[in-house]
Structures are given as C-alpha cells and as structure tokens.
C-alpha cells in the first residue's frame, strides 16, 4: 500500500510531505530516507519467499532426476525386482512377447518422467510470472514513491545522499531487481532446475528409444556429420551447413524460453558428456547460489575478433544485406583468457548463399595455434605456401595426420589459404571483438538441431590493434566512446 508506505514514511521523517512547502532537497532526504528503508525490508522479504520457492521447486526436480536415473539404471542393468526392467541384451534373448512387455514398461516409465518434468516445468514458469509481475509493481512503487516524496523539492533527478551513496527509491529497487545472482536472477534463468530438466527429458528419451533432434533420424542429419571425440564427448565439427533463424528474447521469459527447450533437445556443454546438472548442494549452500553456480558452469564466455577492412566494413555490410556469397572471417576462443603460445584459436569463415544458386550457407572452421595466427594470417613479408599451411594446420591438429583424415587435413589446409588470400585481397584487419554467453541446447547425437541463447553481448572497436598483433592485449586500455 504506497499511501500507507508513504504516510509511514512522512511520521518517520518527523514531517509531512503534504504540508511541507519548504525544505527542498533536505525534506527530500529526510521523506526518502525512511521510505528507502520500508521498501529495502519488502525487497527482502519478497526475494526470501521467491527464494524458498525455487528451492521447492528444485528440490522436487531434483528428486525426480533421482527417480529417473535409478530407473534408467535399472532398465540398462537388467534383473528383475518390484520396480526392474530387462536389459537390451535379456531382453533380445527372450520371446517376443517380453520384448513387448519391456518396451512397453519403457515407455510407461518414460511417460511417466515427462508428466513429471512438465509438471515441474510449469511451476517454474508459474513462479517467473510471479516474479516479473512482483518486480514491475517494485519499480512501478519505486517511481510513484519517488515522484510523490521529492513534489516539493526540487525538480531536478530524487536523488538524495545516504551512506555516502546518492539513491532514489528506483535505484534500490532497480539494484535488487538486477542482480547477477540471487532469487530473481534465478527466476529469469530458471537456474539448476533447467539443467535437472534437462537430464529427466534426456533420460526419459533413453528410456523409450526417441531422439528428437528436429531433422529427422539418428546421425548427423541431413547434410552434417556427427563429431565424437576420442573420449566420447561432442565437440564441434569443422564444417556444416547452415540454416539459421534469430529472434531476441525477453531475458524476464527466459527460464520459459529455456525449460521449453529441453523438452524437445537437451542443454549441450563443450566437451562433456552423460547428465550435467550438479549434485545436491551441502547443508550450508543454499539451492539458489548453487543454481547461479550451475549457471555459471552451462553458460560459456565466447570471444570472437571479426576481421574487415575498418576503412568501409565491406563483409560486414555484405552479410547485413545477405548478399550472394557474402563472408565473415574471425578467431574465436572459449572462455575470458586471452590465448597465448600453445592454446588453440579457431579460425572461421562462413558464406552465405541464396535459395536460387541452389547451394547451402556453410559455416568451415580450423584449429590453429595462438603462436600461428601472425605467421598464418597477418604476416604478409612470408607468403603462406601450401607446406607452411600444412604445418600449421598439423600442429594444432596432429590426429588429422592420419591416412584416413586425409581429406579432412586438405580441407583445413585449403580453408587457411582461402582466409589468408581474402585477408591479403582486401587488406582485412582485427576490426571489432564481441563477447557474450551462450547456453547451447543440442543433442548429442546429432548436428541437425542446435538452439542456442547468448546473454550479456558486447561489442568492442579493436581497429586499433597495433601491426602485427591480432588481438589488443587485456590489460589495453579501451576508449570508452568506441
């Protein structure tokens, strides 16, 4: 109730807003002052009850992700006992008739973990709404408070000093609203729940042999090829093609755009494998800060420098207007350290082709070392032959030294001299650097679906990168007007 806030407010102040004609910025300090407090103490007090409820929440996914991997277990363990499934293998040895019965338990089971997950998936989304319609009365209260508290002083900015600091109502609520981490952080992101979603769905797909992958069977699909590593892992193939649509999200409806997501493709990690979401957090960490960890952990740091001729941004407008054949070249690596010597950078090019040349967008990547990239792209007193190429391409991938890699090395070979030409052609430099994080949602099993969410976007002017360095050291400092 924003009157009886305010006349608390007033009686705290040890005046009346209303009958104060003078004072100016003084009133204003002692009106805020203790309104500023009032609404502090509902901050926290509505944040510990959003908090408690995605704790619930959490809890109850993560008791069905307990639930649906003894499940699993058991189904790919075989036996039999009150709850047990045979094996694949018992199962291909027995009649046909409990090959039925063991698909149709199978599937039971599976259903079962979906009704579940949705269940869970719906409280979630219950719980954002709350939260949004929650925040907006916060900073719809914050303003009118603000507005109503400072009428007689002066026109300029409520801002007054507390704590050595300068606030209004708004910038509290605004601070608290917007926090990296915490109880709303977690109702936007939806948190751990999403990465335990995401195994019950994984799980429960498993169980019941379906895979959706948006583009058909199993494999890589149509048109791309499935990567595994020696370990078993999913990694990112050197080439596919492309079809790609872009929307911008509400980050307030992003736990909604994420949990429907998983439904249908489960959240991907570079590099990992089997279930994601974390174990059970000890008795003195609290389910939320666990979740902005686990949040932490899905959503990857990646940094690109695009490279243009910074003069007149030729690919850059050729790709906006989707020209025919239109390019971009960049380096990319994961994670916030710059990389030096022996790390890997990935050099990409993608080419944009339209429908009537009857030909696929394709996106061609390269692995080559931090060391390399001077000597391969920027060093222009050496020519890159074939044979230096080679042996660029060699060091950062020795696997694809084999014999039955063959092709793969000349594609990577020939994709380094095809950016270096371009780079020499239009006198391409480092031009600008994005940053962002990204949460990828893909099955492991197949390249042909991949939804991904890239959060916190930055964009940065390297033009000035000094010759002969492809990228600004990290301790440079920036222009604040680039």
């Known amino acids: 109730d924003l009157d009886s806030a305010i006349e608390a407010s007033d009686h705290l102040s040890g005046g009346g807003a209303a009958s104060s004609a003078s004072g ?102 219950a719980t954002n709404l709350s939260a ?7 900073r719809r209260i914050a303003t009118e408070a603000d507005a109503r508290l400072t009428r007689t002083s002066s026109p300029s900015s409520p801002r007054v000093a507390l704590s050595g600091r300068t606030k209004s109502c708004r910038d509290v609520a605004d601070k608290a609203l917007r926090r990296t981490s915490g109880p709303w952080s977690n109702a936007r992101t939806g948190g751990a729940i999403v990465a335990l979603l995401s195994d019950i769905y994984a799980m429960a797909r498993a169980m019941d042999g379906t895979v959706n992958l948006g583009g058909g069977g199993g494999g890589g699909g149509e048109g791309k090829e499935l990567v595994i590593g020696s370990d078993g892992k999913w990694v990112a193939p050197d080439a596919f093609e492309r079809k790609t649509h872009k929307y911008w999200a509400d980050e307030d409806r992003l736990a909604e755009v994420m949990a429907a997501c998983v439904k249908e493709i489960p959240l991907l990690v570079y590099g990992k494998k089997g279930n994601i979401a974390p174990k059970k957090s000890s008795p003195q960490t ?110 950062a991938n020795p696997s694809l030294n084999s014999s039955a890699k063959k092709q793969g090395k000349s594609d990577a070979v020939n994709l380094l001299l095809e950016c270096r030409a371009l780079i020499e052609e239009l006198n391409l430099k480092p031009c600008v650097r994005t940053r962002y994080l990204r949460t990828a949602f893909q099955s492991s099993e197949s390249n042909a679906l991949r939804v991904t969410v890239d959060r916190d976007v930055e964009l940065t002017d390297v033009s000035g990168t000094p010759s002969g360095k492809w990228c600004l050291p990290s301790n440079t400092p920036l222009d604040p007007s680039t």
């Open 286 to 395: 609290t389910n939320t800060s666990a979740s902005q960890k686990t949040w932490d952990v899905l959503a990857t740091p990646i940094n690109n420098i695009y490279f243009d001729n910074c003069a007149n941004m030729p690919l850059y407008r050729e790709r906006i207007m989707r020209e025919e054949g239109a390019r971009l070249i960049r380096l990319r690596w994961y994670g916030d350290d710059r990389p030096k010597g022996d790390d890997v950078v990935f050099l990409e090019m993608k080419t944009h082709h339209m429908k009537w040349v009857n030909m696929k967008s394709v996106k061609r990547r390269v692995s080559v070392l931090e060391r390399d990239v001077v000597p391969a792209l920027l060093d222009f007193s050496r020519p890159l032959t074939p044979a230096l190429a080679s042996e660029i391409v060699t060091r």
């Open 132 to 138: 949004r319609r929650s925040a907006a009365a916060f």
């Open 24 to 125: 100016g910025d003084d009133f204003a300090a002692l009106a805020i002052g203790p309104f500023v407090s009032l609404l502090q103490s509902e901050l926290d007090r509505c944040g510990s009850a959003l908090r408690t409820k995605l704790d619930g929440i959490e809890e109850e996914a993560r008791t069905l992700h307990d639930e649906a991997e003894a499940s699993l277990q058991r189904f790919e363990a075989g036996g039999v006992d009150g709850d047990g499934f045979p094996s694949p293998s018992k199962a291909a040895k027995a009649t046909k008739n409990n090959e039925a019965a063991t698909a149709r338990v199978a599937r039971e089971e599976a259903s079962r973990m979906r009704a579940s997950a949705s269940s869970v998936g719906a409280s979630l989304r």
